[in-house]
């Protein structure tokens, strides 16, 4: 072929009929992911959040204070405001009604007029528009004007034009849909997935009822599983919840409230007994995991604000003369805090694009926070007393933690030549194609390394139960050795230039952690330990997607010596006794009961755990950090009350260690 038939043939194959325009919502159908993240279980409820932060832009703007949101029988999902109502009259550019607008067209709506809402959520701002392209169905009944309007759709397409179906007294707005299961791998909803981040919205959004009820299953008394989520001070009692599991240091939380060109800014901060920094920030409602802007000024006028304080009540000269040097992580030692500023127009950056980007916002939170911080330290000399404390204390246990870390990391740098002697490494140095499993015991880990792939996967067994670092100071968790081998054997490193604390993975050796343990309470409590460092250790690992549990099996069906069918639930071990039983194999099978993985040959093992062809790896994600936060704090602090309440209400429901 000459090169001008290859440049005809080029030609043929991408010319201008091979471009795409894509009208409406198809777009949406077409590249779902591109618009709500995944098809998968967090792009499923993130439909919800998109509806529910419509609600929530109403009543940021005083015109709404009650939200009820309901799981329908086969996973369909109402939600009723009684704000104004999106409007239904004729659009002056669309010639269609407004409401017909809103839901079938990308970026129409009233949060992208300035007059209409000066600050709006949800992180992608596509709406309820995106919304009704990704259901088989979606309903729309609007409370206005005395007349209750409706418009039903099917696959973002409207059945029939907004028509008048009754009369009202009320105000408000309900949409109710039905996730399209040709595009979600799940349709099904997680409740205590709503119901973390209502109560959120509820904390950050003072004065708001939220009520969330799952009308799928009633319980033995007929009764729908219900909450109703309600604040009326906001972070303060959000603050409370965090720390409910916590003791602290002073009676109240400290509140922060301000505004300044325009930006208004909203903190709670308390003090508690342990040694770890808790911060959560918020933009618009929106979880800033990766921080930002507005975190870097909440740090800053939190430092001024103690240095300054210290260098006039004398502290700073009386440390000196002990010789204790305090650092800016000194005074986040213990502190508890939620940072929440509305930002008119933000501007997002980073990995999962939460963090904010706004230069300006920073200076704003550093002045209000510098000036309230000051003045409240002034006004509570006992409470200011009782920080410098602790705030002494973990400036004497930083040396302390810092030369164990320089223990480890000096450890660490020399990688391939100090790896830990219980690791069995794997051939390959590509991080991407390689896994790291650690493993309960010796006795399981001797299996791993005779059944895995030598090429991709490496095991480390470790020694009973790790260190529970939520109740331990920092330098004892350096000094744990099985916290030293994990450390040693990922290659990772501790402090980058913006974090002196944050965790380094340039030289991580590996993109798959497998946590796996026995199938029984102990190993629950293992994988539980082990999640817990990681949460408050080496966050960034999961936040990457580098975190995963394997899925030992329970049940062995074998006939003789051969094996029949593996099981990994009760239901799964009851269908195939019943199915061997119909097959005419009655009596002649014997189960077998898993006590630990090492009851199973190299052989069992990879087949049913290690092979990735046949293996179910459920990866560990942070939905939700403060609800995170809450639940590791009351499973592994020091109350027993709360932890076993928890256990009670929620082991129906959900595996709380994995």
Same mark, same amino acid.
């Given at each position: 072929m000459t090169e001008e038939e290859k440049r005809e043939l080029a030609s043929e194959e991408y010319g201008a009929s091979k471009i795409q325009v894509l009208e409406g919502l198809e777009a949406v159908r077409k590249r779902p992911a591109m618009y709500i993240g995944d098809v998968h279980f967090r792009g499923l409820h993130h439909l919800v959040y998109e509806v529910v932060d419509n609600s929530i832009d109403e009543a940021m703007a005083g015109y709404c204070d009650k939200i009820d949101v309901r799981i329908l029988p086969g996973n369909s999902i109402s939600v009723l405001d009684n704000g104004r109502g999106i409007p239904t009259g004729m659009h002056?550019?669309?010639?269609?009604?407004?409401?017909?607008? *809103?839901?079938?067209? !990308? /970026?129409?709506? #009233?949060?992208?007029?300035?007059?209409?809402?000066? *600050?709006?959520?949800? !992180? /992608?701002?596509? #709406?309820?528009?995106?919304v009704n392209a990704l259901s088989t169905h979606l309903t729309a009944e609007v409370y206005r004007e005395g007349q209750i309007f409706k418009q039903e759709y099917e696959c973002g397409k409207p059945l029939y034009d907004v028509k008048v179906v009754g009369t009202t007294d009320k105000n408000g707005t309900r949409i109710t849909f039905t996730p399209d299961g040709s595009i979600f791998q799940t349709t099904e909803y997680d409740y205590s997935t709503l119901a973390n981040r209502m109560r959120e919205l509820a904390y950050l959004n003072h004065g708001i009822t939220i009520m969330l009820t799952d009308e799928r299953q009633p319980d033995e008394n007929g009764q729908f599983r219900s909450e109703t989520f309600y604040s009326e001070n906001g972070l303060i009692d959000f603050i409370d919840y965090l720390d409910a599991n916590r003791t602290k240091l002073i009676p109240e939380p400290i509140s922060i409230t301000g505004e300044k060109n325009g930006v208004p800014v909203e903190i709670a901060l308390e003090y508690n007994d342990e040694y770890k920094e808790n911060l959560h920030s918020y933009v618009n409602n929106i979880n800033t995991i990766e921080g930002g802007t507005h975190l870097q000024g909440f740090r800053s006028g939190l430092t001024r604000s103690f240095n300054a304080y210290a260098e006039k009540s004398g502290l700073l000269e009386k440390l000196e003369k002990q010789k204790v040097k305090i650092s800016p992580d000194d005074f986040r030692e213990g502190l508890t805090a939620v940072i929440s500023v509305k930002v008119p127009e933000p501007q997002f950056e980073g990995q999962t694009k939460t963090k904010l980007g706004n230069d300006e916002v920073m200076g704003i939170v550093n002045s209000i926070v510098g000036q309230q911080l000051s003045d409240y330290l002034e006004e509570h000399p006992k409470e200011a007393k009782t920080i410098f404390d602790k705030v002494t204390l973990a400036a004497q246990a930083r040396q302390a933690a810092r030369n164990a870390r320089e223990k480890v990391q000096r450890k660490g740098a020399l990688a391939g030549f100090s790896l830990p002697g219980k690791l069995a490494d794997c051939s390959d140095r590509d991080p991407a194609k390689t896994e790291l499993y650690l493993v309960e015991g010796d006795s399981a880990g001797g299996s791993a390394k005779q059944g895995r792939d030598r090429n991709f996967q490496a095991i480390l067994p470790l020694r009973g139960k790790i260190l529970n670092v939520e109740k331990a100071m920092e330098h004892r968790v350096f000094d744990s050795d099985e916290i030293k081998n994990i450390y040693t054997a990922l290659g990772v490193t501790i402090g980058t230039e913006e974090d002196s604390k944050a965790l380094n993975l340039e030289k991580l050796r590996y993109h798959k952690v497998i946590i796996m343990t026995d199938a029984d309470v102990d190993g629950s409590h293992i994988t539980t330990l082990i999640l817990t460092f990681f949460f408050r250790y080496m966050r960034e690992l999961i936040e990457n997607g580098y975190v995963y549990c394997a899925t030992p099996p329970l049940y062995l069906i074998k006939r003789g010596t051969k094996p029949i069918r593996y099981c990994w639930t009760d239901d799964e071990r009851f269908a195939a006794m019943v199915e061997l039983t119909k097959n005419g194999t009655v009596g002649g099978y014997d189960v077998q009961r898993y006590k630990g993985l090492g009851e199973m040959n190299p052989e069992q093992l990879w087949e049913t755990t290690m092979d990735p062809a046949h293996r179910t790896l459920r990866q560990v994600t942070i939905e939700n950090a403060m609800e995170a936060d809450h639940i590791f704090s009351m499973l592994m602090g020091d109350e027993v009350g709360p932890r076993r309440e928890f256990i009670e209400q929620n082991a129906t429901y959900a595996n709380i260690d994995a």
């Open positions: 002056p550019k669309e010639h269609r009604s407004a409401l017909e607008v *809103v839901l079938t067209v !990308l /970026h129409a709506g #009233g949060k992208f007029d300035k007059g209409s809402y000066k *600050v709006s959520g949800g !992180l /992608h701002g596509v #709406g309820v528009s995106c």
